[in-house]
């Protein structure tokens, strides 16, 4: 029984014991969130929509302090109604994959210039200052920095409509959608 205690002791030392000397070591794996506010305008040919914007970020692998890997969401929607003079609507949904460099690829950068480029799909209808409805692949990119002590972002993206051209009515009944949006940090 003597043994067995002095055994139980050793692994408990060995194993507690190993942690208590070990350096942490950084991990590519460090998980941040990011949110951001701001209005967007996109255009598709057919219709404009302007609209305000919420845009959430979170990083889910960080190469080094100014490069990370995110998947993103920047939901963008607008619209009022009057009686008077109709009104219109405008929504955008995307989902995307984005590398992030500089400026807040992390919560540690403090370069104080950065960008994303990044791919996914959206889906985006706009009703009242013409109308379209487009869903597709998209691509976006965009410039970081900080302005008066506020950062800001300067995303510009273009929706791929899937479809083309309807020979009867000439009408694209999926047309290509380019966006541009103004955000800051909140």
Known sequence: MNIFRKLVFVGCFISFGSNLCAQEKYSPFHYT???????SIYYSGYALGPSLSYWFRFNFYEFSEFLSL???CPV????YFSSYSGGYF???LPATLDFNFGNRANDETEFPVGGFAGVGAAFNAMYGIGASRSYGPLVHT???TSVAGRSMTLRFSYLFGLGGMDA???VDGNPNVIGLGLFYLM
């Not at 963008?76 to 619209?79: A, L, Q, T, V, Y």
Request: hydrophobic share 35%; net charge negative.
């Open 33 to 39: 969130f990011f949110q951001e506010g701001g209005a």
């Open 70 to 72: 995110s998947a993103s």
């Open 76 to 79: 963008s929607i607008g619209g």
């Open 90 to 92: 405008a929504l955008d």
């Open 142 to 144: 965009g410039f970081r």
């Open 168 to 170: 009867s009515t000439q």
